[in-house]
């Protein structure tokens, strides 16, 4: 087995998931310069609420396309489950992530949610008045530069948090496909691959090379984990 087929499982969704980041990474710096001149909380919740909803619909379209690809390089033509995106996006989307116990549905609204109240929390607290010519403006209705930058990092804390996200998300997507694929096709037993480096865990480690059957597989033991599986060939 060669050292870099990590890189051959995830190589591709890595590049994928990278060019989605980018795009919404675009949608929240756009947000965020329009936060700045709002004053009506109930504009905010619209406009967070719609940057989110992209995000999460860019999100499903790329597991789907992460989905179709593993699964369609995993099998033979002539074994392709016709319901094959159905089950893998209720899997993915609907059930509980076996690390994070995210359900992602819910998950999404916590984190809009939480951008939410802080941007209000920045937004509401109130500086002196300051005389502008002949008109009394109120700098807690506009944003002085202090509350720009914190607004900024509220930005940025909650698109890293997506992002992280996102990237988890990406590399189950692989492994879920890959997982339906095997079993279409009649696989019994899988074989579990730990990257051999510096970083991996003992956990990860211990399970180098351990067979297990397709159906009781365990999840994987942390956040981020790039060991992968193989389909065993048993000679009959």
């Avoid at 999100?59 to 319901?83: H, P």
């Avoid at 807690?140 to 530069?145: F, H, Q």
Wanted: net charge negative; aromatic share 10%; glycine share 4%.
């Amino acid at each position: 087995m060669a050292l870099n087929e990590e890189t051959d499982v995830y190589g591709k969704s890595d590049r994928l998931t990278a060019d989605v980041l980018e795009q919404t990474a675009r949608r929240f710096n756009t947000a965020r310069r329009k936060v700045n001149g709002l004053a009506d909380f109930d504009r905010l919740n619209v406009l967070l609420r719609a940057v989110y909803d992209e995000a999460y619909w860019d999100m499903r379209q790329l597991m789907r396309e992460i989905g179709r690809s593993q699964y369609d390089e995993n099998t033979d033509a002539k074994k392709r489950r016709e319901q094959f995106e159905d089950i893998f996006l209720l899997v993915l989307f609907d059930e509980s992530d076996p690390i994070t116990g995210y359900i992602l549905g819910n998950e999404v609204d916590r984190k809009r949610e939480r951008l939410y109240e802080q941007v209000v929390s920045i937004k509401s607290h109130k500086t002196p008045t300051q005389q502008v010519g002949n008109t009394e403006t109120d700098y807690g209705d506009t944003i002085v530069p202090s509350q720009d930058a914190e607004i900024r990092k509220a930005f940025d804390r909650a698109y890293n948090l997506w992002s992280h996200m996102v990237q988890e998300y990406s590399a189950r997507a692989v492994d879920v496909a890959r997982l339906m694929a095997f079993e279409d096709m009649g696989i019994e037993k899988v074989r579990w691959n730990a990257e051999i480096d510096n970083k991996v865990c003992d956990e990860c480690l211990s399970r180098h090379g351990r067979k297990y059957l397709l159906h009781r597989v365990p999840a994987k033991p942390h956040w981020n984990c790039r060991c992968w599986l193989t389909p065993v060939i048993e000679k009959r």
